[in-house]
């Protein structure tokens, strides 16, 4: 089982990003994935979740600029970022939960910082 995050960088105020989870086995069809992220000295916080059948939730502070997407063929989910604001930096984690929280996947993260 692989979850690998990419597509973090530094961008400027304003900016845009589009990260990237790739995952392997049989479990992304029945998994909710997740984007989580986590800031120095932060606790953990979910930004955005998608369900099996595509329904999405975001949390208030991504509203209407973020926005998660999945590719069940290509087992990939995806987060696109927009608008990004200093206060989006953090390190970004994809996160896979099955069904009655059967597994719990997370990959190893990507850092996204965002410089004014």
């Known amino acids: 089982v692989q979850v690998v995050e990419s597509g973090g960088g530094l961008v400027q105020v304003g900016g845009s990003l589009r990260l990237s989870c790739a995952t392997s086995g049989t479990f992304f069809s029945i998994s909710l994935m997740g984007w989580y992220r986590q800031a120095p000295g932060e606790q953990r916080e979910l930004v955005a979740a998608?369900?099996?059948?595509?329904?999405?939730s975001y949390a208030d502070s991504v509203k209407g600029r973020f926005t998660i997407s999945r590719d069940n063929a290509k087992k990939t989910v995806y987060l696109q970022m927009t608008s990004l604001k200093p206060e989006d930096t953090a390190v970004y984690y994809c996160?896979?939960?099955?069904?009655?929280?059967?597994?719990?996947?997370w990959g190893q993260g990507t850092q996204v910082t965002v410089s004014s």
């Open positions: 998608i369900t099996i059948n595509g329904s999405t």
């Open positions: 996160n896979a939960n099955g069904p009655g929280s059967l597994y719990n996947y």
